[in-house]
């Protein structure tokens, strides 16, 4: 069983930048990793993944050019660095980790963090 526990949400303001982690524990982890968000009265949607070789890399169009994934297979720990905030970056961001085949949807994802709060302010 792999558990994921992500740190790094918090209140910004727009224009702000933010750093997320995902750490993997239970066991080394060398799946695809990625990020999920959720706002107030919406469903969940696709932000980001990479691949367990960081071959594969994809961003939703929302953020992309704006936010970076990345990971660091030694600590099984993916990073999601979100630069040039906006209000409607305000959510519940979720770390996914899977071996299925990679989409931009969820049904790559096995295992899902508990989610951390980001908040963007005018």
């Known amino acids: 069983q792999v558990q994921l526990v992500e740190s790094g949400g918090g209140l910004v303001q727009a224009g702000g930048s933010l750093r997320l982690s995902c750490a993997a524990s239970?066991?080394?982890?060398?799946?695809?990793m990625g990020w999920f968000r959720q706002a107030p009265g919406k469903e969940r949607e696709f932000v980001a993944l990479?691949?367990?070789?960081?071959?594969?890399?994809y961003y939703a169009d929302s953020v992309k050019d704006r936010f970076t994934i990345s990971r660091d297979n030694a600590k099984s720990t993916v990073y999601l660095q979100m630069n040039s905030l906006k209000p409607e970056d305000t959510a519940v961001y979720y770390c996914?980790?899977?071996?299925?085949?990679?989409?931009?949807?969820?049904?790559?994802?096995?295992?899902w963090g508990q989610g951390t709060p980001v908040t963007v302010s005018l």
């Open positions: 996914a980790a899977g071996y299925g085949r990679i989409t931009k949807g969820t049904t790559w994802a096995d295992y």
């Open positions: 990479i691949s367990g070789s960081s071959a594969t890399i």
């Open positions: 239970g066991r080394t982890f060398s799946g695809t």
